[in-house]
């Protein structure tokens, strides 16, 4: 027996022993199932499927170091209320804000910190990583690290731009469909059901094969396609807001529609049109990659994870997971907006722990 699975199965069993010591339930069950899977694990597999799991375990507890210290940091810099929050809000949570912030630094900041431009031709096909090209080179000799960097202003910034402006237009006109009723109710309800029956990449690859793929024709048909979402959720938050008593009272009162809906049904209904934004990020996010897979999303020169997985798929072949790693940038990204569009219902459910 190694060193190596001595030492494993040794810092297993004391970290479980400790964490039964001091009557940590919670942990003694994780550490003592880990051990007991890993005792099955090694028997089958030997020290390679143990040092999989060694892996595995350490970066899911480096990313919950990191979670931890980042939702710290937050409480210590936000308000008193809102760090009251922070402080009930669970690891996953905190990783979601931590890699939604790194994404946002990297596409921001992208021209200072990738290397290269996300066009510039630096080496020869496929080349391998060294010392200047941390992933190597793409298909053309382009650094694929550049690329991935200004994919996330690209890739996140055009989905955010969709998100938003199908946000916009699905809530302004839930709101007002729940506020008038009657005929123009009617109305929106049957044009959101017409667009929600039409699947969403035929759509997509309807308007884009009639229009173009340009990056104004995709961002308006994925809001079209989204749009009615949006409508169908806020029209069902705010019909149940609209038969109060102080709406009522406000109407009779003489205020206008814009006062009602500005003042009185939107600050009702705040909380489950915030976790529906991040739903529908994630859903338009999705569709602009898989658009850009199939060659009709953002164009190249311009860098897309989509678009790079589908030009470096050829990889594979050869045992490289460099096209695995843009799509590990879409599914990281995915989960950490799901973890805080999850901790945000239960918030707005008024759920206990």
């Given at each position: 027996?190694?060193?190596?699975?001595?030492?494993?199965?040794?810092?297993?069993?004391?970290?479980?022993?400790?964490?039964?010591?001091?009557?940590?339930?919670?942990?003694?069950?994780?550490?003592?199932?880990?051990?007991?899977?890993?005792?099955?694990?090694?028997?089958?597999?030997?020290?390679?499927?143990?040092?999989?799991?060694?892996?595995?375990?350490?970066?899911?507890?480096?990313?919950?170091?990191?979670?931890?210290?980042?939702?710290?940091?937050?409480?210590?810099?936000?308000?008193?209320?809102?760090?009251?929050?922070?402080?009930?809000?669970?690891?996953?949570?905190?990783?979601?804000?931590?890699?939604?912030?790194?994404?946002?630094?990297?596409?921001?900041?992208?021209?200072?910190?990738?290397?290269?431009?996300?066009?510039?031709?630096?080496?020869?096909?496929?080349?391998?990583?060294?010392?200047?090209?941390?992933?190597?080179?793409?298909?053309?000799?382009?650094?694929?690290?550049?690329?991935?960097?200004?994919?996330?202003?690209?890739?996140?910034?055009?989905?955010?731009?969709?998100?938003?402006?199908?946000?916009?237009?699905?809530?302004?006109?839930?709101?007002?469909?729940?506020?008038?009723?009657?005929?123009?109710?009617?109305?929106?309800?049957?044009?959101?059901?017409?667009?929600?029956?039409?699947?969403?990449?035929?759509?997509?690859?309807?308007?884009?094969?009639?229009?173009?793929?340009?990056?104004?024709?995709?961002?308006?048909?994925?809001?079209?396609?989204?749009?009615?979402?949006?409508?169908?959720?806020?029209?069902?938050?705010?019909?149940?807001?609209?038969?109060?008593?102080?709406?009522?009272?406000?109407?009779?009162?003489?205020?206008?529609?814009?006062?009602?809906?500005?003042?009185?049904?939107?600050?009702?209904?705040?909380?489950?049109?915030?976790?529906?934004?991040?739903?529908?990020?994630?859903?338009?996010?999705?569709?602009?990659?898989?658009?850009?897979?199939?060659?009709?999303?953002?164009?190249?020169?311009?860098?897309?994870?989509?678009?790079?997985?589908?030009?470096?798929?050829?990889?594979?072949?050869?045992?490289?997971?460099?096209?695995?790693?843009?799509?590990?940038?879409?599914?990281?990204?995915?989960?950490?907006?799901?973890?805080?569009?999850d901790w945000m219902l239960h918030r707005s459910s008024g759920l206990k722990e």
């Amino acid at each position: 027996m190694s060193i190596f699975v001595l030492s494993y199965y040794s810092l297993l069993l004391i970290a479980s022993c400790l964490a039964a010591f001091y009557n940590q339930r919670s942990a003694f069950l994780l550490l003592f199932s880990l051990t007991l899977v890993s005792f099955i694990v090694g028997i089958i597999g030997g020290a390679d499927a143990l040092r999989i799991i060694a892996i595995g375990a350490g970066v899911i507890a480096l990313a919950a170091m990191v979670s931890y210290a980042f939702r710290e940091f937050l409480i210590l810099i936000v308000s008193r209320e809102m760090a009251k929050e922070l402080r009930t809000a669970p690891l996953t949570a905190a990783f979601g804000m931590f890699v939604i912030f790194a994404y946002a630094i990297a596409g921001i900041f992208a021209p200072w910190i990738a290397p290269f431009g996300e066009a510039q031709v630096v080496s020869s096909a496929f080349a391998p990583a060294d010392e200047n090209m941390l992933l190597g080179a793409d298909q053309l000799g382009r650094d694929m690290f550049s690329r991935l960097i200004y994919g996330t202003r690209n890739s996140v910034g055009l989905a955010l731009t969709a998100t938003l402006l199908a946000f916009f237009m699905g809530a302004f006109l839930g709101l007002l469909a729940a506020t008038k009723g009657g005929i123009l109710d009617n109305f929106l309800g049957r044009v959101a059901d017409v667009i929600m029956s039409i699947p969403s990449l035929i759509f997509a690859l309807l308007m884009l094969s009639i229009f173009g793929p340009s990056m104004p024709v995709i961002i308006i048909a994925v809001s079209i396609i989204y749009a009615p979402r949006v409508f169908r959720l806020t029209r069902a938050v705010a019909g149940d807001v609209v038969v109060m008593d102080y709406i009522e009272a406000a109407k009779l009162r003489g205020e206008g529609t814009g006062y009602l809906i500005r003042r009185e049904i939107l600050p009702n209904s705040t909380a489950p049109l915030v976790a529906e934004f991040g739903l529908e990020f994630c859903f338009v996010f999705l569709l602009v990659a898989g658009l850009s897979f199939l060659g009709l999303g953002i164009q190249p020169p311009t860098a897309d994870w989509g678009s790079m997985v589908r030009e470096n798929a050829t990889l594979i072949s050869f045992g490289e997971i460099t096209p695995l790693i843009p799509a590990a940038a879409i599914a990281l990204l995915t989960v950490g907006v799901n973890f805080v569009v999850d901790w945000m219902l239960h918030r707005s459910s008024g759920l206990k722990e």
